[in-house]
């Protein structure tokens, strides 16, 4: 038993080495290192409570892990998208800028925009995004201008500049769309892009505070650590919007 707890408590100390590293030493990786620092800390909550606090902390945790598969379901589900065969309007969301070039997230999001536009001519773009610490311009400047130096039409491509949030980058870019094609724009074709792990929320938002249902076009996360953490994130983000709702 002795072995047991030494070995349990070696691995806890391991893991709140990772949660550091992935913290400190890489970028966006937050949420990750605090899934590790919980799975730490409940290993060792587990070798030193006493039998019946261990019980309930493992009632704690299965029903946790219940909710929180149920809310992973449906982000894993949200995340191949439905992309659609016509869009009068595509919202694009925004992510972080390095200076003025967009974050591998947001560049990951302007690719998958950039084939969906160039395969619908007739589609326009409401890129969105404020400005943010960091960025020396905003996020949705920095879209239009990548989208534009890519062959995409001037035009075709509209910034929203304000927007801080999700919810933000919804409501704002439905108020252009709204006072361009007045009181009947909820009867276009709307669709949303952003990285397959944010577009269960995106859906969500988008329904709740808009009153749409847009259609949902991926976009590819390279890095498999970063797609694992942020669909993580998701899934706990989701739970959180179903208990305010």
């Not at 408590?9 to 992935?22: N, T």
């Not at 990750?32 to 799975?39: D, E, G, K, P, Q």
């Amino acid at each position: 038993m002795k072995a047991l707890k030494k070995t349990v408590l070696s691995v806890a100390a391991l893991l709140a080495v990772l949660a550091a590293f992935f913290r400190f030493a890489l970028r966006g990786y937050g949420f990750l290192a605090l899934v590790l620092i919980a799975v730490s800390a409940a290993a060792v909550l587990l070798v030193i409570l006493p039998r019946k606090a261990k019980i309930v902390l493992l009632a704690f945790i299965a029903a946790f892990m219940a909710v929180f598969w149920h809310f992973e379901a449906m982000v894993l589900d949200a995340s191949k998208g439905d992309v659609p065969e016509r869009a009068d309007y595509l919202i694009v969301l925004g992510a972080a800028v390095h200076g003025s070039s967009p974050s591998p997230s947001l560049r990951e999001r302007l690719e998958a925009a950039q084939a969906f536009l160039e395969e619908h001519p007739e589609c326009t773009a409401v890129v969105s995004g404020g400005k943010g610490s960091g960025e020396d311009m905003s996020e949705g400047s920095c879209m239009k201008s990548w989208l534009v130096s890519r062959g995409i039409g001037e035009d075709r491509v509209i910034a929203e500049e304000k927007a801080v949030s999700t919810e933000e980058n919804l409501r704002f870019s439905a108020d252009i769309i709204a006072k361009a094609e007045g009181e009947d724009w909820r009867d276009l074709d709307i669709a949303v892009c952003s990285s397959e792990y944010h577009l269960c929320r995106a859906a969500f938002l988008a329904e709740k505070y808009t009153g749409i249902r847009p259609a949902l076009i991926p976009a590819e996360t390279a890095r498999p650590l970063l797609k694992l953490s942020n669909l993580m994130r998701e899934a706990c983000g989701m739970m959180i919007n179903a208990i305010k709702r």
